[in-house]
Structures are given as C-alpha cells and as structure tokens.
Nanobody, 120 residues
Framework: QVQLVESGGGLVQAGGSLRLSCAASGSIFSINAMGWYRQAPGKQRELVAS???????NYADSVKGRFTISRDNAKNTVYLQMNSLKSEDTAVYYC??????????????WGQGTQVTVSS
C-alpha cells in the first residue's frame, strides 16, 4: 500500500506565494517521476509540473518562471513552490508519483488533493 499526502494549500492574495508538499509513504521500493496536476472548477485536470528521479523538470507554459518543482528522494517528498500567484491558479492541486512498490506492479498513485485559492 502506497499513500500520497499533500499539504500546504490555502488562501493567498494575488502576487503571493505558497509551497505545496507531498509525501509518499508505505511499501515503496522506488519512485520514478513525481508531479503536480491541478483542476479548476469546470475544467479538465492539467499537468502543472513534473520531475524525474534524475531531477529533470517540466512545466506548463502558464506557470513557467513562477513555479518551481523539487524533490527530496530521502524523504520521498515532492514540493511545488508557487510564486507570483494569479487568480487563474485557483484550483485543487493533486500530487502524483510513479511508484514501484515492494510488492506488486509499478503504477501511478494520486494524492487526495489540496485546495489553492488566490484572491484578486
């Protein structure tokens, strides 16, 4: 069993910053890519940023230069530093990880989501 638990969401004014964290726990052999998605009301879930086990990063065009993804492999944790937040960043943010568990097949796991609300 593998769990992803997010934290760090909340309400912030436009131009402000938030840092999201996502910790993976359970029967984990290794973690490959990790990432963050978001879903705003009435919209499809979209990729925000991803990071490989070798720390190669990828960002959605809408967040480039404002958001930074990083990870701590020793803690099985991925972070999303969000700066210069805009009202359009308001969404539920989901963590995802490509996990090889100690037993069973490698597959993707999702967190429960954390709400980020940016007030204008």
């Amino acid at each position: 069993q593998v769990q992803l638990v997010e934290s760090g969401g909340g309400l912030v004014q436009a131009g402000g910053s938030l840092r999201l964290s996502c910790a993976a726990s359970g029967s984990i052999f290794s973690i490959n890519a990790m990432g963050w998605y978001r879903q705003a009301p009435g919209k499809q879930r979209e990729l925000v940023a991803s990071i490989t086990s070798g720390t190669v990063t990828n960002y959605a065009d809408s967040v480039k230069g404002r958001f930074t993804i990083s990870r701590d492999n020793a803690k099985n944790t991925v972070y999303l530093q969000m700066n210069s937040l805009k009202s359009e960043d308001t969404a539920v943010y989901y963590c995802t990880a490509d996990v090889r568990p100690n037993f069973g097949l490698r597959r993707g796991y999702w967190g429960q989501g954390t709400q980020v609300t940016v007030s204008s």
